[in-house]
């Protein structure tokens, strides 16, 4: 039986590349028909003359054009935009990304986020600083305040089991409600997204988990920030242009809404002149909320799972859907 190619864009030698290596050589139905291999850099020239299968970041024309007998690149991120090129689209390539891996990190970064507004700690922290005994008799409790997701993907899901542990009410929009999704998460309404200011005027904490695609842009405006509670906070791990940073800057300033959790911008790095970072009421991270040390073992698993369903014919995970843009 022939072995098919397969190139992962990782030095050989890498710690990240060990999962997808161990994976593989630990599965029957894989080991016999795979051959794995790694490089980085220049060397990719060479390898991926060979490869039916790439995995990696990103897929320069460049590097498309060395590869003739390429039908499928998996790309180790959740987010496609800006990594989704003409040349890809042309020649047809299977087209898959790596959602689900960023799950349980994201939706405890945003569950951080929501606990120090909810008990002042983003106050208290400051007040450490300063070297200020400074006390506050408001602070609130999750337990029975209501989180909107705005886009219930895998990392929407992972943020309804969380917060529901906090003894959250959780309401979500999806763009197809009836879609199939982790019924260990299911919110407590569903919506279309055509409902979203009904949403945003419900909740009490707002995740924007959506994926960034023309549709989303600036979905997050100066209107929907206005259907907000004056009381609530914007929480943003998608991308930073899906929110209309302008405005949300208004609304903070102006005290339409209580605060904002940000890890993504429209411009980053973050420009040093923008106001968000001297706003008591915003916590801001440089787009770190993916980062985790299981990130390859569950990205590795997941493309040992749809390798072996590429290897008998299946339908794949995760495949981008250029109508939809992810």
Same mark, same amino acid.
């Given at each position: 039986m022939s072995r098919i190619v397969v190139l992962v864009m990782l030095d050989p030698d890498d710690p990240d590349a060990h999962p @997808?290596? /161990?994976?593989?050589? /630990?599965?029957?139905?894989?080991? *016999?028909?795979?051959?794995?291999? @790694?490089?980085?850099?220049? /060397? $990719?020239?060479?390898? $991926? %003359? *060979?490869?039916?299968?790439?995995? #990696?970041?990103? =897929?320069?024309?460049?590097?498309? %054009? !060395?590869? &003739?007998?390429?039908? +499928?690149?998996? @790309? +180790?991120?959740? #987010?496609?935009?800006?990594?989704?090129?003409?040349?890809? =689209? /042309?020649?047809?390539?299977?087209?898959?990304?790596?959602?689900g891996v960023h799950g349980p990190n994201i939706a405890e970064h945003v569950l951080a986020c929501m606990l120090m507004f909810t008990r002042r700690m983003h106050l208290y922290m400051r007040r450490q600083i300063a070297g200020e005994w400074w006390r506050q008799s408001d602070a609130e409790e999750l337990t029975g305040q209501t989180l909107g997701i705005v886009g219930l993907g895998r990392i929407g899901e992972a943020l309804t089991v969380r917060?529901?542990? @906090? #003894?959250?009410?959780?309401?979500?929009?999806?763009?197809?409600?009836?879609?199939?999704? *982790? &019924?260990?998460?299911? &919110? *407590? %309404?569903?919506?279309?997204?055509?409902?979203?200011?009904?949403? =945003?005027?419900?909740?009490?904490?707002?995740?924007?988990?959506? &994926?960034?695609?023309?549709?989303?842009?600036?979905?997050?405006?100066?209107?929907?920030?206005? !259907?907000m509670k004056p009381t609530a906070y914007l929480y943003n791990i998608a991308r930073g242009k899906v929110v209309d940073e302008p405005a949300l800057i208004a609304a903070l300033q102006e005290g339409r809404i209580a605060g904002a959790g940000l890890d993504v911008f429209e411009t980053e790095p973050l420009p040093p002149d923008s106001p968000l970072w001297r706003m008591e009421n915003v916590i801001l991270t440089p787009h770190v909320s993916g980062l985790t040390p299981h990130y390859f073992a569950r990205t590795a698993e997941l493309f040992a799972e749809n390798l072996r369903r590429y290897l008998r014919g299946e339908p794949l995970q995760n495949r981008y859907d250029p109508e939809k843009g992810y």
């Amino acid at each position: 039986m022939s072995r098919i190619v397969v190139l992962v864009m990782l030095d050989p030698d890498d710690p990240d590349a060990h999962p @997808f290596r /161990q994976r593989i050589a /630990q599965d029957p139905e894989l080991a *016999d028909r795979v051959d794995l291999r @790694f490089a980085t850099g220049e /060397q $990719i020239t060479t390898a $991926i %003359a *060979d490869a039916e299968v790439a995995v #990696g970041a990103h =897929l320069p024309a460049e590097r498309l %054009a !060395q590869a &003739p007998r390429l039908r +499928w690149m998996s @790309f +180790w991120s959740a #987010g496609l935009d800006g990594k989704i090129t003409p040349e890809l =689209l /042309q020649r047809g390539l299977i087209l898959t990304n790596a959602s689900g891996v960023h799950g349980p990190n994201i939706a405890e970064h945003v569950l951080a986020c929501m606990l120090m507004f909810t008990r002042r700690m983003h106050l208290y922290m400051r007040r450490q600083i300063a070297g200020e005994w400074w006390r506050q008799s408001d602070a609130e409790e999750l337990t029975g305040q209501t989180l909107g997701i705005v886009g219930l993907g895998r990392i929407g899901e992972a943020l309804t089991v969380r917060a529901k542990a @906090f #003894g959250m009410r959780v309401i979500a929009t999806k763009r197809n409600p009836g879609a199939r999704y *982790d &019924p260990a998460a299911t &919110p *407590d %309404a569903l919506l279309p997204p055509e409902r979203l200011h009904h949403l =945003l005027s419900e909740a009490d904490h707002v995740c924007v988990a959506v &994926p960034y695609t023309p549709e989303t842009h600036h979905l997050i405006n100066a209107e929907a920030l206005a !259907q907000m509670k004056p009381t609530a906070y914007l929480y943003n791990i998608a991308r930073g242009k899906v929110v209309d940073e302008p405005a949300l800057i208004a609304a903070l300033q102006e005290g339409r809404i209580a605060g904002a959790g940000l890890d993504v911008f429209e411009t980053e790095p973050l420009p040093p002149d923008s106001p968000l970072w001297r706003m008591e009421n915003v916590i801001l991270t440089p787009h770190v909320s993916g980062l985790t040390p299981h990130y390859f073992a569950r990205t590795a698993e997941l493309f040992a799972e749809n390798l072996r369903r590429y290897l008998r014919g299946e339908p794949l995970q995760n495949r981008y859907d250029p109508e939809k843009g992810y």
